[in-house]
């Protein structure tokens, strides 16, 4: 072995040897130093170029959108995602932003954020669930059934669902909004048909608020859930199985046009 | 003293430890980039397009829903906010996290392997650069001759660093080659967010600042080494101590294995803090990760290390010139 290889390694250690002794030096001044500058937010928002090829579906709202009680995990977005992507032979892009437990107070919220408006900016169809979480409030809205309480949330709740699909439009001009409607999962319970009234004029109502907006189209789910309501829903008996999931989407398919 | 030190250094490239380091390196490297590029792919495929933005938001959405499990740790959901508020701060602030390329991957593979790999590397040389002159039975030319026993160390010691200085570049260098042929060489001047600092209720965001990513690599570089530094001179200590090689190594190896372990479960014991193995991870700090044990900061783990290291350094030079070699 040469003397003059080990010489060269030697000195290329002893080098690294400095540089990394530098390189601390350097990460605990820094950690240190505080900040010089504040890192300025995006002023304006870029605009996005539209995905050319395919479709693109964003999904916003609560755990009806996220698919909670699916054993596939798929929900009624996935499932119809999967079912046009069939029917169109296109690529599907989508975007799921459901938050579990989400009232339409934390929708509002969250469609403002940059990011959130870009996704629907870009996106061909819009789906929107929202609204369970203020009604039944994770079933303590059974217990209290007082109609003063109750249109005191819905007049919030429309204010919310109003603004929520402003924001939208004036993300979006063009997508198709699918508003899904709710269901009454309490229905064969004591106050089920009390529950009911509630839930149609509740319907009603999120229907007038979507009929204002253009190409914003209300899908009612209220009949699916009727009858046979224990077949559909998941073993919580609050959000729909995998066969409840599918009944919506196949819903939402069928009106689907372009 | 420099002849003792080139001497050293001979004696270290004629064991070829440093090839087989580097061709450890290079395998490992290899298995993370398919791993990474896998990875990748699976995102893409599962959102339909490679936009980061999408893919982050959607990130922030799945771990919002996470959070809102109820069988979760209170360290775990923690956790899971700080990188919320994280994510969330990148994506309001228009920045990718993880620019592809070369360096992203290099700053990745340096935070994973700074508690465990690395000092894994290291020990393979230190472990027995004291003790193996005892199983071969060299010691006792060596210290025959008309050299002072601390100068002897001394060299010894300061070849160890020399060798762990060039086990990070060659770890570095690797990376890069290595994963740039997957990801492309470009991104050293992507921007990333430092000065995170985790709290009690939160994530503090007031502190932070914008760095290019070769500075914030060069800053890790020099953390990661810091360690292996610091690693590699307790795995000294064990070398002058324990006269078989493989014994030294197993003490080394558990303590590093330990800390693996401890970093999980250690928060409720505060005085676990003052292990050096749970001080390991100093690039989590630079990241803004929540560190193992509340109240540890990032000086705080350079003092823990500082003293591990000097108390090894001491007992090293101490036993070794006062030992009875026969």
């Known amino acids: 072995m040469s003397k003059n290889y080990v010489r060269l390694v030697t000195i290329t250690g002893a080098a690294f040897f400095l540089l990394w002794l530098g390189g601390l030096a350097w990460a605990v001044g820094e950690y240190y130093a505080g900040s010089t500058e504040s890192i300025q937010k995006p002023s304006a928002q870029e605009k996005v170029v539209p995905n050319k090829k395919g479709l693109t579906i964003t999904a916003i709202g609560d755990s009806l959108t996220r698919g909670t009680g699916d054993e596939t995990g798929k929900g009624y977005v996935g499932v119809l995602a999967d079912e046009l992507k069939e029917r169109t032979n296109q690529p599907i892009q989508l975007t799921n932003l459901g938050i579990n437990g989400q009232t339409s107070g934390q929708l509002r919220e969250q469609v403002q954020q940059i990011e959130v408006g870009r996704q629907i900016q870009k996106a061909d169809m819009v789906l929107v669930t929202i609204g ?13 059934l007082e109609t003063n309480t109750i249109s005191e949330i819905e007049k919030k709740y429309i204010d919310n669902l109003n603004f929520i699909f402003q924001q939208i439009r004036k993300n979006n001009e063009d997508a198709t909004v ?13 106050q089920g048909k009390e529950m009911s009234k509630i839930v149609r004029r509740w319907n009603y109502d999120s229907a007038e608020v979507s009929a204002a907006f253009p190409k914003v189209v209300f899908v009612p789910t209220f009949d699916i859930f009727e009858l046979n309501v224990n077949d559909y829903l998941y073993t919580d008996k ?3 199985n995998t066969k409840g999931y599918r009944l919506i989407a196949e819903r939402v398919a069928s009106l689907v046009t372009w | 003293m420099n002849k003792l030190i080139q001497n050293e250094m001979m004696k270290l490239i004629a064991k070829k430890r440093l090839v087989v380091i580097a061709l450890i390196i290079g395998v ?11 990875d990748v792919q699976r995102e893409r495929d599962k959102l339909g397009t490679n936009d980061w933005r999408t893919i982050l938001q959607q990130q922030i959405v799945d771990t919002t829903n996470r959070l809102s499990s109820s069988r979760l740790s209170d360290e775990w959901r923690q956790e899971l906010q700080i990188s919320l508020q994280q994510k969330q701060y990148y994506l309001d602030h228009d920045i990718n996290p993880a620019e592809p390329g070369a360096p992203t991957f290099i700053r990745i593979f340096l935070e994973n392997a700074i508690d465990l790999f690395i000092p894994l590397m290291v020990m393979v040389i230190a472990s027995d650069i004291v003790s193996s002159e005892h199983s071969i039975g060299t010691v006792k030319l060596l210290l025959t001759r008309p050299v002072r026993r601390w100068k002897v160390l001394m060299s010894k010691y300061i070849s160890l660093c020399l060798a762990i200085s060039l086990i990070i570049a060659i770890a570095g260098l690797l990376s890069f080659l290595i994963s740039g042929l997957v990801f492309g060489y470009k991104g050293w001047n992507a921007p990333i967010i430092t000065g995170f600092h985790v709290t009690g209720s939160g994530l503090n965001t007031s502190d932070v600042k914008l760095l290019d990513l070769w500075k914030f690599l060069m800053m890790d ?9 610091v690693v590699g001179t307790l795995a000294f200590m064990l070398s002058v101590l324990i006269r078989s090689t493989a014994a030294g190594m197993g003490v080394m190896l558990a303590a590093l294995i ?3 372990i401890l970093n999980n479960m250690v928060s409720s014991w505060e005085s676990a803090k003052y292990f050096f193995m749970v001080n390991l991870r100093l690039t989590d700090y630079m990241q803004g990760n929540p560190p193992p044990i509340e109240g540890m900061t990032l000086s ?27």
Not at chain 1, 178 to 190: H, M, R, V
Not at chain 2, 221 to 229: E, P, R, T
């Open chain 1, 132 to 144: 369970g979480n203020d009604l039944f409030r994770g079933g303590e809205g059974l217990m209290d």
């Open chain 2, 221 to 229: 570089f020099g953390l990661v080494w810091f360690v292996a530094i």
């Open chain 1, 178 to 190: 699918f508003f899904i409607g709710l269901y009454n999962p309490f229905i064969e319970l004591d």
């Open chain 2, 258 to 260: 330990s800390g693996a």
């Open chain 2, 28 to 38: 490992l490297v290899v298995l993370f980039t398919y791993a990474q590029y896998k």
């Open chain 1, 238 to 240: 609050f959000h729909p």
């Open chain 2, 300 to 326: 705080f783990s350079l003092m823990v290390l500082f003293v591990w290291w000097a108390a090894s350094l001491a007992v090293s030079f101490l036993v070794f010139t006062k030992k009875d070699v026969f």
